[in-house]
């Protein structure tokens, strides 16, 4: 069995998965799509390492009919993450039905396998009018899933605000695509083509095509839909949307602006680089201030792909300027960060989705007190709010300690530009890193630790078996890239070598037990031996003091000042990240009002609106507002009008039509 | 005095005085016989007039009309049963034993979380408990849960042989009992017609006056120590020792208990304070100014005290406060210019601020002390001869009268009241704390939770005599 | 700016060597009230009448220290029967064997080592009480220099200083505070109030710290001077032999 047939069988099983759930009605429906999505993640993640494994490019398909696949290093690397991220939301959507899905959740069923659909395709495809098929209909399941397949009240807002946010980005990329295309409809034609186009048409493609990937990743500035989108849709289908289908996003670029031919002008690169670092920033920003789980997810997300881009970044800056080990190093540590974000984001919003429905909210306000009622989830939670916040040794910390050792790479370009853009974004990352922290305190010590702050969340329980044995396979995989992440890198080489041109994995595991960035002598960190070191003294600590443990101990009430205890003088979410708040308040605005209510005493309310919404999206949509309502003037209706602008028009094409001619 | 009325319209005379400009200033019930009668007790151009009335069920509620009637209706409420305006949803200042303290909590909203401060807090520190209601850091609303400390005293000295009465008035605040029992004594004299010689007046006020410097001495230095000016905050608390050391020298007891009695003073106080002044007093004020010059020229606990708790002189009127805290806010209603109280070139302008922070006050205080040492040094000087005592006759301890009697205690204006029917019948004491906690809780908004115990030695108030 | 090291330097060292080199209160001190002369009958009434807190004990005539809060009035209606002195070591245990008492103590105190710390709880008190321990702290006593800090909470505490008559509302704070602390601990009742309820009446509070919790050490004193508690907190540790306790009745 070739990978590629594995691939083969992943689309069919989710075709299956799309139309079975249409088909039978009821909860059967429902489990028999989610267990084609699980079908399909499992063959993808082994066709995405069979694939890597096998160093071999795949091919099938007709051009004539414009559907080309082809399953390279590239591709393989990206179906793995998907495939497993699918199978993970697919194994906890047998589980059973979550509060948030609509209805019978036939329909988050089903949007779940037409993304995995859409996403496999992208990773796929190799004619650039499937690639814009594909990337259309991963565009139309969003919405669909945001709009249609979740309960909650905002779900039309959030979907028509992500359908114009991704088709304002998605039209940015078919005008680049379609201009590519002209030279020839697979991939490799149309980036072959653009190399005799000119340097300032070049940038222009560049540019669109960032616009079009960076709405669908949530790079500044199209990153408004996503805490909307995430919100509204059921959080089994965003946990596939957030780990999985996210990544065709890197992809892209990788495929599309890396295939750009050299020469690639440098301020692309530091471009990208400082995009991502206060798309990192304030992502992270705006989540420690978040009071509902799934936002604080999503505002994570905009912070791991600004971090992500900027490693991108620097391996655009390596590629301008031929230094082809630290494109190799930039390409590393993005694959690892992705990989790692892919699977916390996972293990993130399927413990969203439990607590939805077990512990009655998912606002941090009404949570808490989970760690003994639902241990697997909070288990779980704490894993990836590590990974989340990189801390060792789980995956996030090999990918964020993998970028910055990248970004410290600058010295050895020579060029001030540059060192001064990689000194910037690396301090900002580092921020970021250091907000991260206080945000998944957040999550992870008000929402599951402490004491319950309602009665839902005191009477949870852990879900249906399945449920937790995913979230315990995705919050495996997190510790399991942290602590395997050597092995990871050699298994990605080909598709590292490939673009970057160089052996750049076999410099970074060149010593046995260590990762370097690449270049030699540098820096070193080796994520097995911290694991086993953190792991060793935790054992070496409990001996300790199991041992020499006093005789004599007693239980006794928690001292609070002399009054007796009570669960609601718990601290909240919000009083906790206040400080951070209050210190960022330049980023996330924060209203709040305090009203009297007659005779009963106040209301306390706060709102944080996100700096972007109001510096940029709202004088973007008046001022398009005006525009179209301008416009809108010319189609007045009336006969005569349009028969003027028949004539204007006439007597112009009669006046520059022969000059049109020799142009 | 008017009698014979129902507590509403007593009630509607004292808001008429109040209206009138008059300031209201307690509010207190007596059980005579089956009836309880309620006092109210109103202040005009800085004479005492009092209105008292039977008090039926629904007898009607001054809290709207006079802010600062409200904590003594909830004492009354609580301790007499006496039902001002009906059921109260307010949250009771009282801690009952069954007081629930979430039936407290008035701010909706799911951010909110409460925090309960106390009733045993950190640090050597009074008893008393806050329920903070906030959203991180900030005070939203803030309910003081006070009477932890409740001891029964106004009750204790009923019956009590007038001898050794005052004692007991000491023991309502043991930091300020000069002040306590000068001010029980003034109310009896005052009740049974008894002159004081001029001697003990001036051993008496220079008692009062070298408490209000420790006591003082004591804000400022608590002041330094939240502010973690750690010398500072020593030298201030060596100067306050010095105090002690001076009183304990002439009088054998560091705080001057057992000094004062009815008709005077016990033994010759003042040929006592003025051998020890002699010896002591230069060092003690010296060492008292320097600490104060350094405090005030340290810029870091100054910018910690600006702007931190502020009151408007619009809020400290209608609460009704008294002592530096009103005093920072430009209140100024000391008892020493009401009362003819042997201070002489006692202006009432002198310690006045009008910036109503923690600074305000900080800086009243230290006008305080200085003059205070002045006064001291004044009636030292003026040494008036005489007896130190007026020996009780037993024909003047018989009779039937009731009397108001004022002192400026170093936290305030403070008021006993006495029913004398040959002997002790009842004792009611308005201490300036119970006046000026009302004012803590508008205080607190707007500052952050590190500001509260700045704000609370701010205000130097005394739980004791709040609790009696 | 303030030149606070300069300032403390002009005064040099103002710290007294008590307890390890004797102290005294001025000789004016009201300190320990004692009986000088029981012959007279009627002075002994006299002065036991005047006394609040009836700390006097006609019939094997006796002044309870822990009663006693330092008026001087006994003295000053019968002169010839009851004087005060200056004396301030007024701390009392419970075992009428003192030096048994010391030796206990001294074993448990060991085992707090160097440093003990101590949590204050205020049942009930005037104030004073707190103030004075507030003083213990001040130049001229220092007690840091013993090996005695303050702490802010119980689960790090050795000793409970508890100061004034227990009142209702605070017994179980009190308790609360006495579980919180873990083993060894020792229970000091510091002031008169809080050893014995002095003036306060049955029903308006409810009595003194021993009824509540187990009471190792009583300072009695209204309030007790610094070097009073000073003693007392050294006969807690073990280091100085208290004066015998005499059990109330």
């Known amino acids: 069995m070739t990978p590629f047939d594995l691939t083969f069988a992943a689309l069919a099983a989710v075709i299956a998965g799309v139309v079975v759930s249409f088909a039978i009605p009821g909860a059967a429906g429902r489990r028999t799509g989610f267990c084609a999505l699980a079908a399909s993640g499992a063959a993808a993640t082994w066709a995405g390492a069979y694939g890597l494994l096998s160093r071999s490019t795949f091919v099938a398909g007709g051009s004539e009919m414009h559907v080309v696949l ?100 998605a039209a940015a990329l078919f005008i680049a695509l379609l201009i590519m295309a002209v030279s020839g409809s697979t991939v490799q034609d149309a980036l072959a083509g653009i190399s005799t186009v000119s340097a300032a048409a070049k940038s222009m493609l560049f540019v669109l095509m960032l616009i079009g990937f960076g709405g669908k990743i949530g790079l500044l500035p199209l990153q408004g839909w996503l805490p909307y989108g995430y919100r509204a849709a059921p959080s089994v289908v965003v946990a596939l949307m957030a780990g999985g289908a996210l990544n065709v996003g890197f992809y892209g670029i990788l495929r599309f602006i890396f295939g750009i031919p050299s020469p690639a002008p440098l301020w692309w690169g530091l471009l990208v680089c400082s995009v991502g670092a206060v798309g990192a920033i304030l992502g992270i920003a705006g989540a420690a201030a978040q009071r509902d789980a799934r936002t604080l997810a999503a505002y994570s997300s905009i912070e791991n792909a600004g971090i992500i881009v900027s490693a991108l970044g620097i391996a655009l800056v390596g590629r301008s300027l031929n230094l082809n080990l630290l494109v190799g190093v930039g390409i590393a540590s993005a694959l690892v960060q992705i990989a790692a974000h892919a699977l916390a984001k996972c293990t993130l919003f399927l413990g969203c989705a439990s607590l939805g429905s077990r512990a009655g909210s998912t606002s941090f306000d009404r949570l808490g007190g989970l760690a003994r009622s639902m241990p697997v989830t909070t288990a779980g939670a704490i894993v990836a709010a590590f990974s989340l916040a990189a801390i060792p040794p789980m995956g996030g910390f090999a990918g964020e300690w993998l970028v910055l050792e990248s970004f410290m790479q600058a010295f050895r370009t020579a060029n001030a530009a540059v060192e001064v853009t990689f000194a910037l974004c690396a301090a900002a990352i580092g921020i970021a890193a250091g907000i991260a922290i206080v945000a998944f305190v957040k999550f992870a010590g008000i929402g599951f630790l402490g004491a319950a702050r309602s009665d839902d969340a005191s009477s949870a329980q852990e879900g249906p078996a399945l449920g937790p044995v995913a979230i315990a396979l995705s919050a495996g995989g997190v510790f399991a890239l942290g602590v395997l992440a050597g092995p990871y890198l050699r298994l990605l080489a080909p598709a590292i070598d490939g673009i970057s041109h160089a052996a750049t994995v076999d410099a970074m595991l060149a010593e046995p037990g260590i990762i370097q960035p690449a270049f030699h002598g540098f820096s070193s960190v080796s994520p097995l031996g911290l694991g086993a070191l953190i792991a060793g003294f935790g054992l070496i600590f409990a001996l300790v003091a199991r041992l020499f443990a006093r005789p004599s101990r007693r239980r006794t009430a928690a001292w609070t000042s002399g009054e007796p205890y009570r669960p609601w003088t718990q601290y909240g979410g919000t009083g906790f990240a206040n400080p951070t708040r209050v210190i960022l308040d330049v980023g996330i605005r924060t209203t709040r009002s305090i009203e009297e209510l007659e005779g009963q005493g106040v209301r306390y309310e706060s709102a944080t609106r996100p700096f972007f919404d109001i510096t940029f999206y709202r004088p973007f949509v008046s001022s398009a507002l005006r525009i179209s309502a301008a416009v809108r003037r010319t189609q007045s209706g009336a006969i005569s009008a349009y028969l003027t602008y028949i004539l204007i028009f006439t007597i112009l094409l009669l006046v520059f039509y022969p000059s049109l001619r020799h142009w | 005095m008017i009698a014979n009325l129902r507590a509403d319209e007593a009630a509607e005379l004292a808001t008429l005085k109040v209206r009138d400009g008059a300031r209201f200033l307690w509010l207190f019930c007596e059980r005579v016989g089956d009836a309880t009668i309620a006092r109210y007790v109103v202040d005009r151009q800085g004479r005492l007039e009092s209105f008292e009335g039977v008090a039926t069920p629904g007898t009607r509620s ?29 949250p009771s200042i009282v801690k009952a034993p069954e007081a629930d303290a979430e039936r407290m909590r008035r701010a909706l909203g799911d951010e909110v979380s409460t925090v309960l401060y106390g009733p045993i807090r950190s640090g050597i520190v009074e008893s008393a408990c806050w329920v903070i209601e906030t959203a991180g850091e900030d005070f939203i609303c803030v309910h003081p849960s006070m009477f932890f400390k409740h001891r029964g005293l106004e009750k204790r000295f009923e019956g009590v042989r007038l001898e050794l009465a005052p004692l007991i008035a000491e023991h309502v605040s043991g930091v300020t009992p000069s002040s306590h029992a000068t001010a029980f004594c003034r109310t009896v004299e005052a009740a049974l017609g008894i002159d004081v010689p001029k001697r003990a007046r001036a051993a008496r006020a220079i008692l009062v006056e070298l408490e209000r410097i420790h006591q003082h001495l004591d804000s400022l230095a608590k002041l330094a120590d939240d502010g973690s000016l750690s010398v500072g905050s020593a030298l201030t608390f060596a100067a306050k020792e010095r105090v002690h050391r001076m009183l304990c020298d002439a009088t054998g007891h560091r705080f001057a208990r057992g000094s004062i009695c009815i008709g005077g003073v016990r033994e010759d106080v003042f040929s006592s304070l003025s051998q020890s002044a002699v010896r002591m007093l230069d060092d003690v004020e010296r060492e008292a100014l320097s600490a104060l010059e350094g405090l005030f020229g340290t810029q870091s606990l100054m910018d910690r005290l600006v702007g931190t708790g502020r009151l408007s002189q ?121 006046a000026n906690w009302p004012l803590f809780v508008p205080s607190l908004p707007g500052n952050i939770f590190t500001d509260f115990s700045f704000i609370e030695h701010s205000f130097g108030l005394v739980q004791a005599e709040t609790d009696r | 700016m303030s030149n606070w090291i300069a300032r403390g330097l002009r005064r040099g060292i103002l710290t007294t060597s008590y307890p390890r080199r004797d102290d005294a209160m001025p000789p004016t001190y009201r300190g320990r009230a004692s009986v000088t002369s029981d012959d007279d009958a009627a002075s002994l009434e006299r002065g036991a009448a005047a006394c609040l807190s009836a700390a006097i004990r006609v019939d094997g005539t006796a002044i309870l220290a822990e009663r006693c809060f330092q008026c001087g009035e006994c003295a000053r209606a019968a002169p010839s029967a009851f004087a005060t002195t200056n004396d301030h070591e007024l701390a009392t245990v419970g075992d009428a064997d003192v030096d048994a008492a010391r030796e206990r103590l001294r074993k448990r105190a060991a085992a707090f080592g160097g440093s003990v710390h101590l949590r204050h709880v205020d049942c009930g008190s005037d104030a004073s009480t707190e103030q004075e321990l507030q003083a213990i702290f001040n130049p001229f006593y220092d007690v840091n220099r013993l090996g005695i800090f303050m ?15 227990v009142t209702h509302a605070m017994i179980e704070p009190l308790r609360r505070a006495f579980e919180a602390m873990p083993e060894p601990k020792i229970v000091v009742a510091l002031g008169s109030a809080a050893c014995s309820g002095t003036i306060y009446e049955e029903g308006a509070v409810a009595g003194a710290v021993d009824r509540f919790l187990p009471v190792e050490v009583k300072i009695p004193g209204t309030p007790p001077a610094p070097l009073t508690i000073i003693h007392g907190l050294w006969v807690a540790l073990g280091r100085a032999t208290a004066r015998r306790g005499v059990r109330d009745l």
Request: glycine letters at 10%; aromatic letters at 10%; hydrophobic letters at 45%.
């Open chain 1, 70 to 169: 082809r399953l390279d290093a590239l591709s393989a690397a990206f179906i793995g993450i998907i495939g497993a991220v699918a199978l993970a939301a697919g194994l906890y959507g047998i589980g059973g039905k979550s509060d948030d899905e609509r209805r019978t959740g036939r329909t988050a069923a089903s949007t779940a396998c037409a993304i995995m659909l859409a996403s496999l395709l992208i990773c796929l495809a190799n004619d650039v009018y499937l690639f814009l098929f594909a990337w259309e209909l991963l565009a139309l399941s969003f919405y669909w899933a945001i709009a249609y397949a979740g309960t909650d009240d905002s779900a039309p807002i959030a979907g028509f605000f992500t359908l114009a946010v991704t088709h304002v980005s």
């Open chain 2, 62 to 90: 001054l809290s709207k009309d006079v802010p600062a009637s409200r904590w003594y209706e909830q004492e009354a409420r609580y301790r007499y049963g006496v039902d001002f305006g009906g059921p109260s949803d307010e």
């Open chain 2, 314 to 434: 619009r809020t400290v009127s209608d609460y009704g406060g008294v002592g530096p805290v009103a005093r920072g806010s430009g209140v100024v209603n000391d008892a020493r210019l009401t009362d003819g109280w042997l201070y002489t070139r006692l202006e009432a302008e002198e310690a006045r601020e009008t910036e109503g922070d923690a600074l305000a006050r900080a800086r009243v205080r230290e006008t305080e002390i200085r003059r205070s040492f002045q006064h001291v040094r004044n009636m030292l000087d003026a040494a008036p001869a005489g007896p130190y005592r007026t020996k009780l006759s037993e024909g003047s301890l018989r009779g039937e009268a009731a009397a108001f009697g004022r002192v400026e205690s170093p936290q305030g204006e403070l008021i006993y009241f006495v029913r004398y029917h040959n002997g002790l019948h009842r004792v009611a004491i308005r201490s300036a704390s119970f």
């Open chain 3, 151 to 165: 702490t802010a909470t119980p689960r790090h505490a050795d000793i409970l200083v508890a100061s004034g008559v």
